[in-house]
């Protein structure tokens, strides 16, 4: 079944560590986001990129960063965890990065989550 | 700064009673809107959104959404709630290709 997956599903990661999360879509997907999750504060984005070989920071970026090396692939990395980084991430794609976009292709499809303790 | 707002964190309904939970949009140009539904521990599912057109859009498991222009909202409906529609929902508008996401609304169904 296409979609995504993210790896791990969870994690408990001491402080200071490097992690790096995976995610790795199969509908050949151009724009691609990771985003966190913490209660009462939503979804946040933490970076994107429109297509491979771009990346850009969204609102949460410090203390992460990004590849996209290709269509499929897109690993958030943490270069030394904090506990403040404990959260329920998600990475998600869509087919269509354009501004203004094509109707038909806007939704993003999220991956299951993974869930991230720093301690 | 352009975001979307889920003014209520809860909203309880009985079952087969219609449901309403609203956002309200800040965007600069043509706002582009979505819904979202998260069950628990699960990744978020697409609802349905508004591009452009109808003002009225229909979505998933019967839901659907009333663009306003004039009052800069887009909240989610559906004639009767069902006890699995209790989740957590979540709208979302698009902003230079990303999807900037409310704080969500917990949907709670009551038999």
């Known amino acids: 079944i296409a979609g995504i997956t993210q790896a791990p599903t969870s994690q408990i990661l001491a402080a200071g560590r490097r992690m790096t999360l995976r995610c790795t879509q199969d509908?050949?997907?151009?724009?691609m986001y990771w985003y966190r999750q913490d209660l009462g504060l939503g979804l946040r984005l933490i970076h994107y990129?429109?297509?491979?070989?771009?990346?850009g920071k969204g609102e949460v970026p410090d203390g992460y960063s990004v590849s996209r090396a290709n269509t499929d692939d897109f690993p958030l990395t943490l270069a030394s965890a904090v506990p403040s980084q404990t959260s329920v991430y998600f990475c998600?794609?869509?087919?269509?990065?354009?501004?203004?976009?094509?109707?038909?292709?806007?939704?993003?499809?999220f991956g299951q989550g993974t869930r991230l303790t720093v301690v | 700064a352009q975001s979307v707002a889920q003014p209520e964190d809860q909203v309880n309904v009985a079952e087969g009673n219609p449901l309403t939970v609203k956002c309200t949009y800040s965007?600069?140009?043509?706002?582009?809107l979505f819904w979202y539904v998260q069950y628990p521990n699960r990744g978020l599912q697409f609802l349905l959104k508004y591009i452009t057109g109808d003002n009225l859009v229909k979505g998933s498991y019967g839901f659907e959404a009333e663009f306003n222009k004039s009052q800069t909202s887009f909240h989610l409906k559906k004639p009767s709630a069902l006890v699995s529609d209790s989740a957590l929902y979540f709208c979302?508008?698009?902003?230079?290709?990303?999807?900037?996401f409310g704080q969500g609304t917990t949907l709670q169904v009551k038999p």
């Open positions: 998600a794609s869509s087919e269509e990065s354009r501004d203004p976009p094509l109707p038909q292709n806007t939704e993003a499809f």
């Open positions: 990129s429109n297509t491979a070989g771009t990346t």
């Open positions: 509908m050949r997907h151009n724009a």
């Open positions: 979302a508008v698009r902003v230079s290709s990303k999807l900037i």
């Open positions: 965007v600069s140009g043509n706002p582009y």
